[in-house]
């Protein structure tokens, strides 16, 4: 597969990344100055770690799309594209001349995979926007604030959900294309991919004709929350099953709280607040590992990679060097054709020349 990846930031270049871990030939087509994910503060060597994590496995060149040479060139490598991925406000590529009508003009069986905020035809299509903003008309800030103080959520999710979205739809489309030899077009939204993931949330205000903030997913069950232990750090208990409550009730020498769960919630939650209490989260850990109970601790950010539930290949099987830091890898697991590392994202080279390598 041919990739030609216009984007910036994440959403688009996460589903160019996927592509690449799998073998696809992409070509990041970067604006004058490079990339704007190149830029931002949070580093990880001379890189941005956005950029060395999305970057990976591809290859780079810089065009000035505005300039009639510069964006001839960027058509010629369409010419002979799989799939073109585009993050412009709907409009913007028409105006440059790369557009999907445009781009069928050099290959009519293009794949042409457009990301935007609100939609290429919705109501608000011309307005500028990211993550936290679609978040926000998504219901997911209200969500992680149970209906009281709005909260952000510490990541994007809403670039991460159509970066995911684009990548699923483009294998869908390369599927037909090569029973059919027929491209298509892929709009995926932002908005339509935020909402997408909070499904049953919305089926479930759309049956009661209320707004409920007092859900499983939001605390209300005693046996699907995070407690808090002696030490200070924090437990989730996700015991949905009776089965699981009942081996959690048992572990914790609380068996007259089983049958409570339901009849009197605020009761049972405000008692395993005081058991966990009781206990540092390490010692909970020791003995609940063996009680069949859904459990877990609650890391910062700087535990993830040291924690022995995530897998080694985290660490040191994705380092192609010495001196190289991890990559995380694409979590699709395929046994016969696993997913691979190959490069690192490259330096921006504005005079790189790039062709396509022969069709395997």
């Not at 996700?238 to 409570?260: F, K, P, Q």
């Not at 390490?282 to 535990?303: P, Q, R």
């Not at 995380?328 to 504005?350: G, K, N, Q, V």
Request: glycine share 10%; with cysteine.
């Amino acid at each position: 597969m041919r990739v030609v990846d216009l984007t910036s930031l994440l959403p688009g270049p996460l589903a160019s990344m996927i592509l690449a871990d799998f073998g696809a030939d992409v070509v990041h087509v970067e604006r004058p100055g490079g990339d704007p994910s190149r830029q931002l503060a949070a580093r990880f060597g001379e890189d941005s770690a956005l950029h060395a994590w999305v970057g990976r496995n591809k290859r780079s060149i810089v065009k000035d799309l505005k300039d009639p040479a510069q964006l001839s060139v960027v058509l010629d490598l369409i010419a002979d594209a799989d799939v073109v991925l585009e993050g412009f406000r709907p409009g913007v590529a028409a105006r440059l001349g790369i557009d999907y009508a445009a781009c069928r003009r050099v290959n009519p069986s293009v794949i042409y995979g457009s990301i935007t905020g609100y939609g290429s035809d919705g109501i608000m299509r011309e307005r500028p926007s990211h993550d936290l903003n679609i978040a926000g008309i998504a219901g997911l800030l209200d969500l992680a604030g149970r209906g009281e103080r709005p909260r952000q959520l510490g990541f994007p999710i809403a670039d991460v959900a159509a970066g995911l979205n684009m990548a699923i739809g483009v294998l869908a489309a390369y599927v037909h294309k090569q029973r059919t030899g027929q491209g298509q077009q892929i709009d995926v939204s932002l908005l339509g991919s935020a909402v997408g993931l909070i499904g049953s949330q919305l089926l479930e205000s759309l049956t009661d004709g209320e707004i409920n903030h007092r859900s499983v997913s939001t605390g209300n069950d005693p046996a699907y929350r995070i407690y808090e232990t002696k030490c200070g750090r924090h437990l989730t208990v996700a015991c949905l099953e009776e089965s699981l409550w009942g081996n959690l009730c048992v572990a914790l020498g609380a068996d007259h709280l089983t049958s409570l769960r339901h009849s009197d919630a605020q009761k049972v939650h405000r008692a395993l607040e005081v058991i966990f209490l009781s206990r540092t989260r390490a010692e909970w850990v020791d003995l609940l590992s063996g009680a069949d109970v859904a459990f877990g601790v609650v890391n910062n950010i700087g535990e993830v990679l040291e924690d022995e539930a995530v897998d080694i290949d985290w660490h040191s099987a994705t380092r192609p060097g010495p001196d190289i830091g991890p990559q995380l890898p694409t979590a699709i697991r395929l046994r016969e054709t696993p997913p691979a590392f190959r490069s690192l994202a490259c330096s921006l080279d504005t005079g790189a020349v790039v062709s396509w390598s022969p069709a395997v």
